[in-house]
């Protein structure tokens, strides 16, 4: 296939008449070759193509080739390493912040982890300070979030035994924190 001249293309993109057959010519004459550069910069054929599809767009919509003062291939050619050169700093910036948030992540999940350790601790120091009836009545209610008449009608007990064990085991609670934190 014969390609237009670039003094040719340029001229017709710059007017009204032809520009929509100079913008053929020019993607037909250019593309492949600004693919093959964007692939090699950015080792992906299919973001290369990205790219220079971005770089026929903005050319086209922007009205660029009023800007071309020399070389079509040279302005061409330099848009499609700044967009490729865009790509990778935006992949960079991706890949730093993924780095991060794994970073915050791992922390909290650490940080997590301790604090529900702590927690676990405490509670079960608790636990080991209760009378056996009062720690039934605790994790019947509290834990496993068990009704008073619930709890009373299996442990054989009225509701009023219910919560007064359940208000000693607060209490316990209570002091115990106080005394620890």
Known sequence: MQYWEDERIL???????????????LYLKYFEPLSKMAAYYLNDKQAGDDVVQEVFIRFYEKGLARHVESSLWGYLSLLCRNGCLNVLKAQKNEKSRRKNYEAIADVYDLSYILENFEVREVVDEIGRKLTPQQKLVFEGVSIQGKRYREVAQELSVSTNTVKYHLRLALKLAEDFLIRHF
């Open 11 to 25: 001229l017709n993109l710059r007017s009204s008449t032809c520009r929509q057959e100079a913008f053929d010519q």
